[in-house]
């Protein structure tokens, strides 16, 4: 009785080449070794066969999982998507799948150590994480595990950490210019948590803004949310409402979902924006041009964002040892019916 | 020299029970077989250890890898996110890891299969699918590989599949009472893809209503879109307005992005709505009620539909060869600002 053969041999002695040289045209991160013409065939008889690698059992080879985790915030957010969608498509051209975790408005600090551990205890080869606190365990923990990783959207106090971000300082003062320009003096903020660079960092981009004017941030009018969702934006701005009523024409705030927030509360203080108020919001979530009224806002690039990550990722993988430098994304302001002119209200 | 003790056997000695229980305690879906007292101390033990199952290695030896897919046929849907998120927390509390595939807009028919053949190799357990095509190709293929699988949102003729859809034909249904309640006559219909279950059900639903109303559902006023996105319901509107401009007074939809796109071409048109026309869309997704105008439209309660999904494979991944029914919920309408009395208009 002959012992029949595996997948690859099968190939290749239908091809008529070494086995190896199947694997090299198999594995899409070796396959350029090969000629194209090789590669074709190969390709041609692989597909006749109906042959499928196996990623576990190549796993447990070549210690590699050929997954990636992508850590998310809030799926739900619209923002959110794009970026995953753009990921997605950068790394299966690469032949690894992405496993998605959802840590669902980061409403639990338990949430993401249980997410690390499941992703690690799958073996993935290397994590994206939209999801890091300025002070991460994520991040210290990636590093003694020796896991290749990269910030996007978020990132660390430590610079040696890889990232994609937005000039979030660059992004609020755009917004400020505009508000400025159409007359508000008196601006209040609703910011994000403190514990995110993109919370804290938009919030120093404010307050620099406003000293650029020589206007002052006065402490009552700048005020901070616990999460970046619209019930926070709300609850925020009821609160700032009661307290410094009418003493501000516009608001600045550091998300759309908390800009929402915001209209929820000015139309229960029965104020209309923005002939009464004036509002902004961060990101250019998708259908941010929809809503009543469509939101001045700051548009990142978000495609572009998880592309890159993506990138940088692929070459830590390939060499952990590598300096990668972070990418910083700049911010668009896209003026739309939330501001209006001083001279209007 | 003495051998290390592996993880199990090390936890096993130190809590004093034989390494079978401890690998129960460890695996989520026996754990139960152990009292509870034993099962904490087992896990506290783990924990002090560090002690991370390795599911790649689990999975070869049990032929499980504890990973279900998901294809999902849009993510940057809102209805999506929630499903997604639904189905997630769904199948982790059981122990799996949820594989995430975005068919992107069912842009290619390349993709599903793609998609597939890239999930088989990664061994999931089962699969949900939300992409089905009424004729899919991806059925026969879980059928032929025995991969346990439930249909999610969209089904196929086939009514030996499992699946969780909504009641289309009753959504429409409902709607066309609200517009006719309305005092509208002239009904227009635009529709999604035939060759998706939720799209032939919707359209018939259309036209089975207006029949029982003793309405003509005339041929040049019911059209389908070839994709369930802002851009289809846009361009098909368009046409319709051109071939047949005033000659309905309402447009029911086949789901909410379509009615988006539908507000798009009544104001290219410089038709207002509710006032000239009124719009339905299908679905209630996330901010259906901040457009402007809000949609009027029908709920399906997608946290319910993800966790009824996902209650149904795991029944099929325990006992596949169980018969398990399919499940049909039923939608909800929601009156917003699209659609006004006809007097009005």
Not at 109 to 116: D, F, G, H, S, Y
Not at 126 to 145: F, N
Request: with cysteine.
């Amino acid at each position: 009785m002959t012992k029949p053969l595996s997948g690859i041999k099968q190939i290749a002695q239908r091809a008529g080449v070494h086995a190896s040289t199947v694997s090299r045209v198999l594995n899409p991160r070796t396959r350029a070794l090969v000629s194209d013409e090789v590669a074709a065939r190969i390709l041609k008889i692989a597909e006749s066969l109906r042959y499928t690698r196996n990623p576990l059992a190549v796993g447990l080879k070549t210690r590699r999982s050929f997954t990636v985790g992508v850590v998310v915030p809030d799926l739900t957010n619209p923002a959110v998507p794009p970026l995953v969608r753009a990921v997605q498509h950068t790394l299966e051209k690469e032949g690894y799948v992405t496993v998605l975790a959802d840590a669902d408005s980061d409403s639990n600090p338990e949430t993401e150590r249980a997410i690390l551990e499941r992703l690690r205890a799958r073996q993935v080869d290397g994590l994206i994480l939209a999801t890091a606190l300025l002070k991460s365990e994520i991040v210290t923990a990636c590093q003694e595990w020796n896991l290749p990783f990269v910030l996007m959207n978020r990132t660390v106090s430590d610079p040696s950490v890889t990232s994609v971000v937005n000039n979030d300082v660059q992004g609020v003062h755009l917004v400020v210019d505009h508000l400025v320009q159409l007359g508000h003096r008196k601006v209040a903020y609703v910011g994000g948590p403190l514990n995110t660079s993109t919370g804290r960092a938009r919030r120093q981009g404010f307050i620099a803004a406003l000293k650029a004017y020589r206007l002052k941030a006065r402490e009552e009018l700048v005020v901070d949310c616990s999460s970046f969702t619209v019930q926070a934006g709300l609850a925020t701005t009821r609160e700032l409402l009661r307290t410094s009523k009418h003493s501000f024409t516009a608001i600045v705030s550091a998300n759309d979902l908390l800009a929402l927030g915001i209209y929820d509360a000015l139309a229960e203080a029965g104020l209309a924006c923005p002939d009464d108020i004036s509002v902004t919001g961060y990101n250019d979530m998708p259908f941010a041009d929809r809503f009543n009224p469509p939101v001045t806002t700051l548009r990142i690039d978000y495609g572009q964002m998880g592309v890159q990550a993506s990138q940088l990722l692929l070459r830590k993988m390939r060499d952990p040892d590598a300096q990668i430098s972070s990418v910083r994304l700049e911010p668009l302001l896209v003026v739309r019916g939330s501001t209006a002119h001083y001279g209007k209200q």
